[in-house]
């Protein structure tokens, strides 16, 4: 899953869509994750570092990044 190039964020979470005009916010969370997309980091990375940096159950994040990755499919946010 990639983020749009195009897709404008910020650290404290505003997420812009310019070719939609759609805007969004998110958590803090949802924020870093969004950072390490556009840094280019690969999916796994970023769950790695999430297991790393939060108590969070990797069952319980494989079913929350489903989530999220349908969100920001449904938002247009990423590429195909």
Partial sequence: ???KKNIATSENGFIFNPSTGDSFSSNGIAAEILGLMKLGR???DIKQHILNTYDVEPSQ???DWEDWSMQLKD??????
């Fill in 42 to 44: 690969s999916a796994d």
């Fill in 61 to 63: 994040l494989d079913r």
């Fill in 75 to 80: 938002a247009n946010l990423t590429e195909l």
């Fill in 1 to 3: 899953m990639k983020l």
